[in-house]
């Protein structure tokens, strides 16, 4: 068994607290860990998601180049850029993305604080929410790319976003 487990992630976390805005939200979210483990603490699907879930193929209601861009916009803002994004200051590219590996230690270490954690986490119905969740985002991507398709055929290009070169 480790010594002081819940005091080494207490000190982590307030060492990582420093960290910038975005490792500010890691930091918080390893340190919810075990709450989000007891199904106590849980983010809500973002609505886009949940109708990207329901039917991730369907002819949006304004198939109209400027419909389609303000629903890839939607999508975006809540999965993140896409892929094929451009890298920018605020957004990386796929190589660049990665977590930090403090921020890593500190989500394994707060993961490590509950015993048994699968299986509180199958009996609190956080595993099965995880599941909806990861479902949701999946269906998000699908949808974005469905939409992008759409706006491909009918050959918009001024109100979509720049591709990379």
């Not at 989000?36 to 193929?57: G, T, W």
């Not at 304004?62 to 920018?88: F, K, N, R, W």
């Not at 479902?135 to 398709?149: E, H, S």
Request: glycine share 8%.
């Amino acid at each position: 068994m480790r010594p002081y487990p819940l005091a080494f992630t207490l000190a982590a976390a307030l060492v990582l607290a420093a960290c910038a805005n975005s490792s500010q939200d890691k930091v918080a979210s390893a340190a919810t860990t075990p709450l989000s483990d007891l199904n106590v603490v849980r983010a809500d699907i973002p609505d886009v998601l949940k109708a990207a879930a329901s039917a991730p193929y369907a002819t949006p209601a304004d198939a109209s180049c400027t419909g389609l861009a303000a629903g890839i916009q939607a999508l975006d803002e809540v999965l993140g850029p896409d892929l094929d994004a451009p890298s920018t200051k605020g957004n990386t590219g796929l190589l660049e993305r990665g977590e930090d590996a403090a921020t890593n230690a500190l989500q394994r270490t707060a993961e490590g604080v509950m015993p048994f954690r699968g299986w509180v986490r199958k009996l609190s119905g956080a595993e099965r929410y995880a599941r909806q969740v990861s479902a949701a985002i999946t269906a998000g991507g699908v949808r974005r790319g469905f939409l992008r398709g759409l706006a491909t055929a009918k050959a918009c290009v001024a109100s979509m976003p720049a591709k990379p070169a």
